[in-house]
T-cell receptor
Framework: AQSVAQPEDQVKVAEGNPLTVKCTYS??????LFWYVQYPNRGLQFLLKYITGDNLVKGSYGFEAEFNKSQTSFHLKKPSALVSDSALYFCAVRDTNNAGNMLTFGGGTRLMVKP | KAGVTQTPRYLIKTRGQQVTLSCSPISGHRSVSWYQQTPGQGLQFLFE???????NKGNFPGRFSGRQFSNSRSEMNVSTLELGDSALYLC????????????FGAGSRLTVL
């Protein structure tokens, strides 16, 4: 079985400050990990993924995430937040033991960046 | 190039009716996945189709079904609608099954009255 937890429903940061959105996962095999962002009345947009290799993954719009196998975490980070980053962020996992594209998503974290 | 196109974007049905939603993937993409998004349950996987075959199925009742055509376009159908079926239904496509990057459409918002 595969599962994802996003412990914070909401994260508030001031513009220009660093941001972190937390994600932990559980899989029986090895994980493929993803971050997606959703703006109002839109579908999900892909930000970044971890498949293998370097634990620090860089993605779109200045976002990055760090894979930590011992803590089973994949936190999303950005050094300097923008008001336009305000949106709903989803972490997702796929167990490498599972074929296909079946992703399990976390419950989402609403990021609010204040001017 | 055109993105993933879902139709209709919004629809309202009454309990007991059925609904069919359509998804046109990005050109060249052969895998189509469907997800249900609700405030209470979040994003849940419905099913995935690849080369006209169902590849995976989530934990949904048999009222939820889908299919994929030879041009990779996909439809999902929900029969005997219930109030709890009100949701945003998202379609995602990828080059192949297990491609690891899904491109999502804007979704079809279904309201069941």
């Amino acid at each position: 079985a595969q599962s994802v937890a996003q412990p914070e429903d909401q994260v508030k940061v001031a513009e220009g400050n660093p941001l972190t959105v937390k994600c932990t996962y559980s899989v029986s095999g090895n994980p493929y990990l993803f971050w997606y962002v959703q703006y109002p009345n839109r579908g999900l947009q892909f930000l970044l993924k971890y498949i293998t290799g370097d634990n620090l993954v860089k993605g779109s719009y200045g976002f990055e995430a760090e894979f930590n196998k011992s803590q089973t975490s994949f936190h999303l980070k950005k050094p300097s937040a923008l008001v336009s980053d305000s949106a709903l962020y989803f972490c997702a996992v796929r167990d490498t033991n599972n074929a296909g594209n079946m992703l399990t998503f976390g419950g989402g974290t609403r990021l609010m960046v204040k001017p | 190039k055109a993105g993933v196109t879902q139709t209709p974007r919004y629809l309202i049905k009454t309990r007991g009716q059925q609904v069919t939603l359509s998804c046109s993937p990005i050109s060249g993409h052969r895998s189509v996945s469907w997800y249900q998004q609700t405030p209470g349950q979040g994003l849940q996987f419905l099913f995935e189709y690849f080369s006209e075959t169902q590849r995976n199925k989530g934990n949904f009742p048999g009222r939820f079904s889908g299919r994929q055509f030879s041009n990779s376009r996909s439809e999902m159908n929900v029969s005997t609608l219930e109030l709890g079926d009100s949701a945003l239904y998202l379609c995602a496509s990828s080059l192949y099954s297990g491609a690891n990057v899904l491109t999502f459409g804007a979704g079809s918002r279904l309201t069941v009255l």
